[in-house]
């Protein structure tokens, strides 16, 4: 499979029936409900890039310090983090972290004085992180123990908002009103709550919802969890009955019959998709191919498995296309863990990867995954 037959269109059906549809968010509609997570790490630009192109209607950097930001006027280290392609990923939505109203209010201003990043569709604020570097700062899901500075934290946001659509520094939304001076929506990830015994996503979505957000995230797992157990939908359903605005679903979609599951179970209006779509951004495809009612006479994404030549052409995509922004080490640095991700599922793909780590050039990633293909070719692999 090449990978230009994997593309799919941004047209799916806005028949109510459907269970891919677009989505208003505020002022925003995003072409459709299937959202990249963010992830640390993973979903860097060239990566979003892709999963738009693969089906997400909807990509999001990873976490960004509020603080970081504000000591950093010129964007310069938080650049590597902060970059963004807009020509290639919106709708995109910028994600802070912090634990302080005013950082948020002076990083979002500061974005929008970036000729690049005010081109953002969407501010969202990290109030799930549970990394204990994070939380020991009262920064993302901490917020979730303290719900009255959570919303002076999103109203902080809201303003800033406000006020660069009142000044002119947006750009305008991705869609939607069509209006320059329509106010850039603010979206909430968290979690189900701190811990079992703390259980509080229902109300804390009110709460967002009251202090202006125009939808939330909610991952379905507490902060004691990490990212293991079971996640608990049955906590999605109950966001989605406490809030009017839009509700992602987040926590263990790995396909499109789970996809189709969380989204029947829960009622919920959008999907978030995490660590299935590492090294997997035919997931989009998949889930679109399976859920979407496509238009009878336009273009049709094809699914299948990904053959291993769509899987190293990807890989050589994502690799030149870091190599590019942030230099060949850095870049080949990066996919050394991101290509133990593209191998997932092929045969002997522990020792593959092993091997994959020694690689420090594109040259020598180059010949890894000529020498991968001769061997899935000698399996028979397709
Ligand atoms: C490697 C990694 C990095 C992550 N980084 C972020 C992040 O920067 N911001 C965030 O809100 N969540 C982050 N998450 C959490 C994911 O967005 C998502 O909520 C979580 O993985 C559950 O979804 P899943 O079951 O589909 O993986 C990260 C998860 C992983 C595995």
Known sequence: ??????????????????????????SLVVPNNLALAPMAGTSDTVYRAICREMGAGLVVTELVSARGICYDPALKRSWRYLEIMPEAERPVAIQLFGADPDDFYRAIQLIHQHPILRQCDLIDLNMGCPVPKVVRGGEGSALMKDPPLAGRIIEASVR??????????????????????AIKPLTVKF????????????????????????AVTIHARTRDQFYSGKADWSIITAVKQAVTIPVYGNGDIINATSARQMLQETGVDGLMIGRAAQGNPWIFQEITAELANLPKNGPRPFFGKPTPQARAAMVLRHLRGLAVRVGERTAVAEMRAQLAYYLRGTPQAAQWKNIAMRAKTVVEVEAFLDEWLKDMQRLAVN
């Open 160 to 181: 800033a908002l406000a006020e660069v659509a009142a000044a002119g520094a947006d750009t305008g939304p991705f869609s939607g009103s069509g209006s320059a001076a």
């Open 1 to 26: 499979m090449d990978i230009d037959a994997c593309f799919v269109s941004d047209n799916v059906s806005d028949q109510p029936e459907s269970l891919i549809h677009p989505l208003a968010i505020g």
């Open 191 to 214: 979690r189900k709550g701190w811990d079992d015994q703390s259980v509080n996503a229902p109300a804390f979505a009110r709460l967002c919802q009251e202090a202006g957000a125009a």
